[in-house]
């Protein structure tokens, strides 16, 4: 084959083709779509300081009471990344291109995975990055308030277990915001440098370049509907993590109800998750109390 600008243009057709049909049957089923929620971003970052509240209804007595946002300045920067291939300028020539079909799709699929990267990459470093309060997300004395409305502090994190045990984390997931926050300021695109008379590097390195980039970052929502644990996974740690979500309040002293809803776990706990929440009767025959009390997330992304 000779190597003319629409023979390269004919091959970008096809490359991009597997890029994107890899890309767009993977994306959807992305575990990181069930516990972040996207954001759009429209510049080089964004300000999250609405994330001090929790706006509720209350009885209109008077004038209305607005609820002020405070400014924690919690902001997540966006990042830039990119994957490239070079194609060789012979395999062109000699019309040697089967192998990078997989190729392509290859880094379709690993573009459409990268969320999941850096989402739970996030969760499992939760107990040493900080979050709107300016405390660690997963930390031991995070400021909430108690019945009267009083202030005290709340853990919503426990590291009682061994400390080679695997971190499992329970979240509730069934409100507008999650609590991880993927931020999307340019979705992963397929991009060439490939001319073969103008390009130095095709010059220089007799290849042409293909690739794909994306501008994003990931953070954190709200602290209150995360747990972590790396205690023993059973009925009576799943039980503590979820009263200890479920008490928490606002500033008026009310329950913020939240509703833990999606245990995530990594390879190492499938088991014990299953068998937590998954399966009707104990060991010893009775019923299991947390039978279906939660869905449950195993996850590849956490070690």
């Known amino acids: 084959m000779i190597v003319t600008a629409a023979a390269v243009a004919a091959l970008q057709v ?57 400014g924690f ?37 690993s573009a459409a995975e990268q969320p999941d990267d850096l989402t739970f990459g996030l969760l499992g470093n939760g107990r040493t990055e900080l979050c709107f309060d300016g405390q660690y997300f997963f930390d031991t004395d995070h400021p909430s308030h108690n019945e009267a409305g009083g202030d005290i502090v709340v853990s919503n994190v426990d590291a009682s277990g061994a400390v080679d045990n695997p971190w499992w984390y329970l979240l509730d997931t069934t409100k507008p915001l999650l609590p991880l926050i993927h931020q999307e300021r340019k979705k992963a695109q397929f991009v060439v440098k490939a001319d073969p008379n103008s390009s130095d590097h095709v010059f220089m390195k007799n290849e042409l370049l293909y690739g794909a980039d994306a501008r994003c970052n990931v953070g954190f929502g709200l602290w209150q509907m995360a747990y972590a644990s790396n205690a023993a996974l059973d009925g009576d740690s799943l039980d503590a993590a979820i009263e200890s979500m479920r008490s928490l309040r606002d500033t008026n002293g009310r329950p913020l ?34 039978y279906n009390a939660v869905d449950v997330l195993d996850t590849a992304w956490l070690a």
Not at 78 to 97: M, P, Q, R, Y
Not at 257 to 266: D, E, F, Q, R, T
């Open 14 to 70: 096809g490359f991009k083709k597997n890029f994107q049909s890899a890309f767009d049957a993977t994306r959807p089923d992305a575990d990181y779509t069930k516990v972040a929620t996207t954001i759009t971003s429209t510049s080089k970052s964004e300000t999250y300081g609405w994330l001090g509240k929790f706006p509720k209804m209350r009885e209109w007595v008077g004038d209305r009471v607005i609820k002020d946002m405070e």
């Open 73 to 109: 300045g919690y902001a997540i920067v966006n990042k830039d990344f990119e994957a490239t291939v070079g194609v060789s300028k012979t395999d062109i020539e000699d019309d040697n291109l089967g192998h990078y079909a997989p190729l392509f799709q290859s880094m379709g699929q």
């Open 257 to 290: 109800n939240i509703k833990p809803s999606l245990l995530v776990v990594g390879p190492k706990l499938r088991s014990a998750a299953n068998k937590t929440v998954k399966v009707m009767l104990d060991a010893n025959g009775g019923s299991n109390a947390n």
